[in-house]
């Protein structure tokens, strides 16, 4: 365990917020020098990647069926990106997960403070969404309190290993941003369809719109949202131009593909594993470190709906292709970014209180008709016992969730934090109406706490917005979205 106190300039200023009955608010901002203190400081940067190593034997997760890991494709990392303008230090800790509770970052958030000297209130902590990963959501009990399993451990302490061993290695460093687009590879995955029978719901209704339909029906009439199909990066160098790192942020929920027991970090690793060769990095044994973020990909897919006859694909094909294709696209953008090895970096975040949604007494008249019927009836929906169960213990659950938000400024590039898979339009929305001229949200950030629906997408149905995969109350995608403009503005100006 290493002294303090930390280097770096810790001013900071609680903010109160006005809030509605079910929403609090409380902030923290950890502010730069002036400008003219920050030029003096040299930029430094370090990154890293460790591997989880995850074990065999323990479920995958991310599909409705939990197949044992039998395989290891490709091991599961933290990869790390820590950035120091001589002040403040940021970095962002991406985990090959498909979701992390708060209280595994929470864990590996407190073995930061003790064991480095970065502010862990200034790391942003997000799992990928791998389908093809083991579950790192399943806590232990003992004597009736919940504890951290042992995987959960192994995660906090492998996210905490690659903050450390990121800051080991800062060094003199020039960064720069920017992005790309790959229209291509994504598609809006709630879609319009004519035919009532792909629309019923768990609850014995009826939806507007169906997540998934099957690919190439004649059903089809158009998707529900937008797409978007922006890949903005980070790409940090020494000071002599040699990639040191490189974090982009896509909109792609995963890829899959990936055969059945297979562990796998799906085209997030494989295009953080190719972007080093294109951008120019020799040695395989170099400490270069990619990373691919999730956008805001709540809704979005590599399924082109549209398309009625695809040929077979074999496994890992698609990961390779899009991979291939992203990173290109990445590498020849960024070529024409503008380096700088004097910027300023700022930090905000606050807790925001979210109701939790709870059935109503005629959702759980109609659970308790299906409970009490002999058998499954034709009619009633194959997932209706799933539902019935998530329903019940949301009624059974707190009233209210605590989440964490946070807000990056880096020179006058903006990085926003939302712990739910959040849709592509919130996502597009945050990027108009940010202050900064550039921005992007990473999701499942500091938590995982289901789909995050706008409000106008509730009111079409679907699976992302049913009761127990979404969780929280109707407007929090709104909520979230006021509360991280409001802090990007505070932390807008060096
Ligand atoms: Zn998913």
Not at 81 to 101: E, K, M, Q, S, Y
Not at 152 to 164: F, G, K, P, S, Y
């Amino acid at each position: 365990m290493r002294a303090k106190p930390k280097p770096q300039s810790r001013r900071r200023c609680m903010i109160a917020a006005a809030v509605s009955i079910c929403m609090a608010v409380s902030s923290g901002a950890s502010f730069p020098l002036p400008a003219a203190e920050a030029d003096s400081a040299a930029f430094r940067a370090g990154a890293a990647k460790v591997e989880i190593k995850t074990p065999l034997g323990m479920p995958i997760v991310g599909n409705w069926d939990s197949p044992p890991a039998t395989n290891i494709h490709d091991e599961l990392y933290v990869r790390c990106l820590l950035l120091d303008d001589g002040h403040t230090r940021i970095a962002f800790a991406i985990c090959d997960n498909v979701g992390i509770p708060r209280e595994v970052f929470d864990a590996a958030r407190k073995l930061i403070d003790a064991e480095t000297d970065v502010d862990a209130k200034n790391v942003l902590m997000s799992a990928t969404h791998t389908h093809s990963g083991v579950s790192a959501r399943d806590f232990r009990m003992v004597d009736g309190a919940q504890i951290l399993s042992a995987y959960q451990q192994l995660v906090a302490r492998r996210i905490a290993d690659a903050v450390a061993t990121a800051e080991q290695r800062l060094q003199p460093a020039q960064i720069g941003w920017g992005s790309a687009a790959v229209p291509s590879e994504v598609h809006n995955r709630r879609w319009y369809v004519d035919d009532e029978k792909l629309l019923s719901n768990p609850f014995g209704g009826v939806d507007q719109v169906r997540m998934n339909p099957p690919r190439g029906n004649d059903a089809l009439v158009k998707p529900a949202g937008p797409t978007d199909p922006e890949v903005s990066f980070i790409s940090v160098q020494t000071r002599d131009g040699q990639p040191l790192a490189l974090l982009a942020n896509y909109s792609l929920h995963y890829v899959g593909g990936v055969p059945t027991g297979d562990i796998s970090a799906d085209y997030f690793a494989a295009f953080s594993e190719r972007i080093g060769g294109l951008l120019g990095v020799a040695d395989a044994d170099s400490d270069f470190v990619g990373i691919m973020t999730n956008g805001t990909s709540g809704d979005i897919n590599n399924i082109p709906f549209r398309e009625k006859n695809l040929p077979p694909k074999k496994a890992y094909e698609r990961i390779d292709e899009v991979s291939k294709l992203v990173a290109e696209e990445v590498a020849s953008a960024s070529r024409s970014v503008a380096y700088h090895n004097q910027i300023s970096l700022a930090a905000a975040n606050a807790e925001l209180k979210l109701a939790m949604r709870k059935p109503d007494p005629e959702m759980l008249r109609y659970f308790a008709s299906l409970a009490g019927a002999e058998g499954d009836s034709a009619s009633t929906h194959r997932f209706a016992k799933i539902y019935a169960s998530r329903v019940s213990r949301l009624q059974e659950g707190p009233d209210e969730v605590s989440i964490l938000l946070q807000a990056f400024r880096i020179g006058d590039l903006g990085v926003m934090s939302i712990p739910f898979e959040v849709f592509a339009e919130t996502g597009l929305d945050l990027k108009k109406r940010s202050p900064f001229d550039d921005s992007f949200t990473i999701e499942l950030a500091n938590g995982s706490y289901g789909y995050l629906p706008t409000p106008a997408q509730h009111k079409l149905g679907g699976y992302e917005t049913w009761m127990g995969t979404n969780r929280v109350q109707l407007d929090a995608s709104e909520k979230i979205s006021d509360v991280l403009l409001s802090l990007s503005k505070q932390i807008q100006s060096p």
